[in-house]
Nanobody, 124 residues
Framework: QLQASGGGLVQAGGSLRLSCAAS????????VGWFRQIAGKEREFVAA????????HYATSVKGRFTISRDNAKNTVYLQMSSLKPEDTAVYHC???????????????????WGQGTQVTVSS
């Protein structure tokens, strides 16, 4: 089971850190991704960190502002979000996939397990 937390209300230009904690699974055995969704729209890829080697990948819209990382000792993956913009407002979900290849890292359909979302609201 995955548990996402850390969302909230922040002003534009501010920062938030989201956490994705796992219970019953060892997250280091999975590639982990963050996706976001606005009501009525499809889930959008934000960032991912791969199982093997820990390479990181970002959507163009967040590159340079967001950083994904893991703490294996805490069985948690983080998404540090800085220089937030109103367009970053969404529900953020974390997901884990066991056998993701690089070309699938941004595809929500390829992930096996999902946590509930955490709301991020950025005010202008």
């Amino acid at each position: 089971q995955l548990q996402a937390s850390g969302g909230g209300l922040v002003q534009a230009g501010g920062s938030l850190r989201l956490s994705c904690a796992a219970s019953g699974r060892t997250l280091s055995s999975y590639s982990v991704g963050w996706f976001r969704q606005i009501a009525g729209k499809e889930r959008e890829f934000v960032a991912a960190i791969r199982r093997n080697g820990g390479s990181t990948h970002y959507a163009t819209s967040v590159k340079g502002r967001f950083t994904i990382s893991r703490d294996n000792a805490k069985n948690t993956v983080y998404l540090q979000m800085s220089s937030l913009k109103p367009e970053d407002t969404a529900v953020y979900h974390c997901a884990a996939g066991a056998n993701l290849i690089l070309s699938s890292i941004a595809s929500a359909l390829r992930y096996d397990y999902w946590g509930q979302g955490t709301q991020v609201t950025v005010s202008s």
